[in-house]
């Protein structure tokens, strides 16, 4: 499977912001779905992930409550909406997809980055 993330961008403090991850082929919906981030000099870890179905759903605790993300399979697509952004909270985006539902365990596929920064 191919990932095609987009919509980040330069946003102040308190906006909200909605990223996109498009993926090719007729399997997306086998997919667990992972968001990830990477800031500049820090290691990049996950920020919230979504079941193949879409029931299960799971955030890190920095994000719970502001960040949401959800699936649909009939457009291949995964979203986060960022509400209440904060400056750390900027960093450079990832989507990713696995078998099986494990939020933390590896991801096979992998999106690009789309960029995402909140000024103060």
């Known amino acids: 499977v191919q990932l095609q993330a987009s919509g980040g961008g330069l946003v102040q403090a308190g906006d909200s912001l909605t990223l996109s991850c498009a993926a090719s082929g007729r399997t997306f919906s086998s997919y667990a779905m992972g968001w990830f981030r990477q800031a500049p000099g820090k290691e990049r870890e996950i920020v919230a992930a979504i079941s193949s179905g879409g029931a299960l759903t799971y955030y890190a605790d920095s994000v719970k409550g502001r960040f949401t993300v959800s699936r649909d399979n009939a457009k291949n697509t995964v979203y986060l909406q960022m509400d209440s952004l904060k400056p750390e909270d900027t960093a450079i985006y990832y989507c990713?997809?696995?078998?099986?539902?494990?939020?933390?365990?590896?991801?096979?596929?992998w999106g690009q980055g789309t960029l995402v920064t909140v000024s103060s």
């Open positions: 990713a997809a696995r078998r099986g539902w494990a939020p933390q365990a590896e991801y096979a596929y």
